[in-house]
């Protein structure tokens, strides 16, 4: 019969594996080499050409065999756009920020780029701080005026990346999106701030798509476009602890706009407060043919102050009316659950759910919603090609 190690030398053990983990931990951090962007030519006035010795910086890093930190110092660091990524053997680089980074404020810069700041192909980096300036405003003003524009550059992006963190960033006045996630694994988002005009057009926050693993916690959004947008190829992603406004919500699409699209599954939307937005919890698609879904999503928690449609499945979206009008979307919307909603709508319809003819909304759940009209008065529920359950108190009445 096997003899069961007392207790005591069970905790002793587990407290010195802790003991020495921690240890290796800050041994590990004290190990860390640190390149210095400022020692490398880099300059804090705002005005000079700083990209060469960022990627100076970048190419210590991946030399290294020990984890790095790139520092940037206090101060304003002028950035064309810029690549990292090549073959790099470092999987611990962390940005250290205390600075901000500035982006050319001629938006034909950078203006058909794609991105200002770009990583492909890398594992384990992490940016930690500070502030990205893009300084948008002219480029949005070009849109607006109805010139002939670039589209403008993504302001930080990461692309078949794996690993990687990004915390307690700030992004400010974007071209176009603020931070953009494509084709990665394992990403952490936190404490990010994102900054831009209500009227900054295309200006999403945070967009994912074609990754999993992908977590969002504690950040606050407010911009021109969708707070969050979620494209396809998107599993396994949590998303918590949000503040959105102003911009359209958290957005699942838009879906479906190709014939063959990866679909969106498992995603969860938890503690979320929207604030004066166009939209609140959204699923969008294309009204086209399309293999695309949506499944097993979860809206939980979610807080809604004076939102235009704070619950929304739109599922034919044509903008402009081009290569859509007359067709139903392919795109196949289920097990969809909203779970203790509650607030105000800034619209007579609170709940409004315009699924596919084609395609019908199935296993869709209320459970404990409750969305007044302007806060007193009651608020009413749309449904087209829709099915599912109401539980709980749920106003205004199920249309499912």
């Not at 699942?252 to 014939?259: H, M, P, T």
């Amino acid at each position: 019969m096997a003899i069961l190690p007392h207790p005591l030398m069970i905790i002793f053990v587990t407290l010195m594996s802790h003991t020495t983990l921690s240890s290796s931990s800050s041994a590990a951090a004290a190990a860390a080499a640190t390149y210095n962007v400022a020692s490398l030519g880099a300059k804090a006035d705002g005005k000079t050409d700083s990209t060469k010795a960022f990627l100076a910086a970048w190419a210590k890093a991946c030399a290294s065999p020990k984890p790095v930190v790139v520092y940037v110092p206090q101060g304003r660091f002028f950035l064309k756009n810029v690549v990292f990524g090549g073959k790099c053997n470092n999987n611990d680089v962390t940005f250290r920020i205390a600075g901000t980074l500035v982006a050319p404020s001629e938006y034909r810069v950078i203006g058909d780029a794609g991105y200002w700041i770009f990583f492909e192909h890398v594992n384990g980096v992490t940016i930690s701080g500070g502030i990205l300036d893009a300084q948008g405003t002219s480029l949005w003003a070009c849109k607006t005026s109805g010139k002939s524009c670039p589209s403008g550059a993504t302001t930080l992006g990461f692309s078949n990346s794996k690993n990687i963190k990004i915390m307690g960033l700030t992004s400010l006045n974007s071209q176009l999106f603020h931070i953009v996630i494509n084709g990665c694994n394992n990403v952490k988002l936190q404490g990010v701030k994102v900054s831009a005009s209500s009227t900054s057009p295309n200006t999403d926050g945070i967009h994912v798509q074609a990754s999993t693993g992908v977590t969002i916690l504690n950040s606050q959004i407010g911009t021109g476009d969708d707070c969050v947008s979620i494209g396809p190829g998107t599993t396994n992603l949590w998303i918590e602890d949000i503040a959105c406004g102003p911009g359209h919500g958290i957005s699942i699409g838009s879906l479906g706009k190709e014939l063959k699209e990866a679909g969106v599954q498992n995603v969860t939307v938890k503690t979320a407060t929207f604030r004066g937005t166009q939209n609140g919890l959204r699923i969008k698609s294309w009204g086209r043919p399309s293999s695309g879904f949506a499944r097993n999503i979860l809206f939980q928690s979610a807080v809604m102050i004076n939102v235009q449609n704070p619950i929304i499945i739109d599922q034919n979206y044509c903008p402009n009316n081009k290569n859509c009008p007359g067709q139903d979307s392919g795109v196949k919307v289920s097990d969809a659950t909203y779970q203790d909603i509650h607030g105000t709508s800034a619209t007579e319809v609170a709940v409004k759910f315009d699924c596919s003819s084609k395609s019908p909304c199935n296993n869709i759940s209320l459970q404990d919603v409750k969305l007044t009209y302007k806060n007193v008065l009651p608020a009413q529920a749309s449904c087209n090609h829709a099915a599912g359950s109401a539980s709980g108190l749920v106003q205004p009445s199920s249309c499912l």
